[in-house]
């Protein structure tokens, strides 16, 4: 037998084989194809189970107005003080640039809260060049707000106290 003459055989069966699988697929289509109704009895039989293993109770997370009214606010200014203290103000005073007080160094604090709250505050929001270094306004943020500033050195003061 030649090459060409084994090619063409194996084209022809080649040929035959996919003609039969496109055959065996119409025939599974036209007998498999067709929709059937549902079960009455599966149907019912599948509430009857869901209906066994439903939970018993349930989770709800609600806020409680009572809960709400006892949580003192004072915890929710000290975490603002601490976030806008982490996102404006430890870039300086946790390394001390500028010669920052650093957060918690009693020592370094000591006479700027002798002066008075008001003092730090008004220093903090309209900044202040001293002997040895400088506050820049608002920390360098002027987006901040006088309340955002003022509960960031109540922070820093509570962290010394």
Same mark, same amino acid.
């Given at each position: 037998? !030649?090459?060409?003459?084994f &090619?063409?055989?194996?084209l022809? #069966?080649?040929?035959? #084989?996919?003609?039969?699988? @496109?055959l #065996?697929?119409? @025939? =599974?289509q036209?007998?498999?194809g067709?929709a059937? *109704?549902?079960?009455v009895a599966a149907?019912a039989d599948?509430?009857?189970v869901?209906?066994r @293993?439903k939970?018993?109770?349930?989770v709800?997370?609600? !806020?409680?107005?009572? &809960?709400d009214a +006892?949580i003192?606010?004072?915890?929710?200014?000290?975490?603002?003080?601490?976030?806008? %203290?982490?996102?404006?103000?430890? =870039?300086?005073?946790? =390394?001390?640039?500028?010669f920052?007080?650093k957060?918690?160094?009693?020592?370094?604090?000591?006479a700027? @809260? *002798?002066?008075?709250?008001? !003092? +730090?505050?008004?220093? *903090?929001?309209?900044?202040f060049?001293?002997?040895?270094?400088? &506050?820049?306004a608002?920390?360098?943020n002027a987006? +901040?707000?006088?309340?955002?500033?003022?509960?960031?050195?109540? %922070? &820093?003061?509570?962290?010394?106290?």
């Open positions: 037998m !030649t090459d060409r003459a &090619m063409k055989s194996f022809i #069966l080649l040929a035959a #084989l996919v003609a039969f699988t @496109i #065996l697929f119409i @025939i =599974a036209v007998i498999g067709k059937k *109704s549902p079960d149907t599948a509430k009857a869901a209906e @293993i939970p018993v109770g349930e709800s997370v609600k !806020t409680n107005p009572v &809960m +006892l003192p606010t004072a915890k929710a200014a000290a975490n603002k003080g601490k976030a806008v %203290y982490d996102a404006n103000c430890a =870039a300086c005073h946790t =390394a001390g640039v500028a920052a007080p957060l918690g160094d009693k020592a370094a604090w000591k700027r @809260i *002798s002066k008075g709250k008001e !003092t +730090l505050y008004r220093n *903090s929001i309209k900044g060049k001293g002997e040895k270094g400088f &506050m820049p608002k920390g360098g987006g +901040l707000a006088e309340a955002d500033v003022k509960a960031a050195v109540d %922070y &820093m003061i509570s962290k010394v106290k």
